[in-house]
């Protein structure tokens, strides 16, 4: 994974038929996504329960773009190296999962990822200041954790634009994950983000008989978000 600060669209599986996970990812690749979401939820950390380490391994060889895990778990060191060995490119763990972020993000990078850190809508941005030279992504959580399909809270436009600012020059991306649609993209673009995650927004109208709403609706992302930054 080379870095840089171009708009990516990263739809999220979970809106996705999960009867049909391998030929949905590839669908939605062949309409132009970037990178691939996995969102990992445990009951507990969050209230819902999603994906295991062995569907990751099953998805795996559909992907062909960006493999990005979003482990909404707690506690979440002891499973990072089976999403590593799942295939992640980019595991992505919350500062609020556990009392030692520091040595989650070393365990992620030790096992050969990218390191992502996510912060709740709740979570102040100065909580990542120690850590920006341990990661590789920081998620912006733009919803409360847990669900798909709720609304995008403005509130955390400003978190991203402090966010931009603390990074500096660094190779950090910032992601957002929550409520993205063509009309919340450019304010999360003009702010500073560039990996754009989107479930519903990319996901409906379409399916894998039917998947050029997947395009439509991810290039009306990108244009949105690329307009917002010239």
Known sequence: MSFDRSIKIAPSILSADFANFGQEIEAIEAEGCDWVHVDVM?????????????LCA???KHIKTVMDVHLM??????????????????????????PHTHRTMQAIRAAGCKAGLALNPGTPVESVDYLLDMVDL??????NPGFGG???IHSQ????????EMIGDRPIHIEIDGGVTPETAPLVAAAGADVLVAGSGVFKGGSVQNPAPYGENIRAIRAAAE???G
């Open 73 to 98: 778990i707690a506690p979440v060191d002891p499973y990072i190296q089976a999403y590593a060995d799942a295939g992640a490119d980019v595991i992505t763990a919350h500062v609020e999962a556990g």
């Open 58 to 60: 099953a998805i795996r």
């Open 42 to 54: 445990d009951g507990h950390f969050v209230p819902n329960l999603t994906f295991g380490p062995p």
């Open 138 to 143: 920081i998620c912006v959580m733009t919803v």
């Open 157 to 164: 436009v400003e978190k991203v634009r402090k966010l931009r």
């Open 150 to 152: 709720q609304k995008f």
């Open 227 to 229: 307009n917002a930054v």
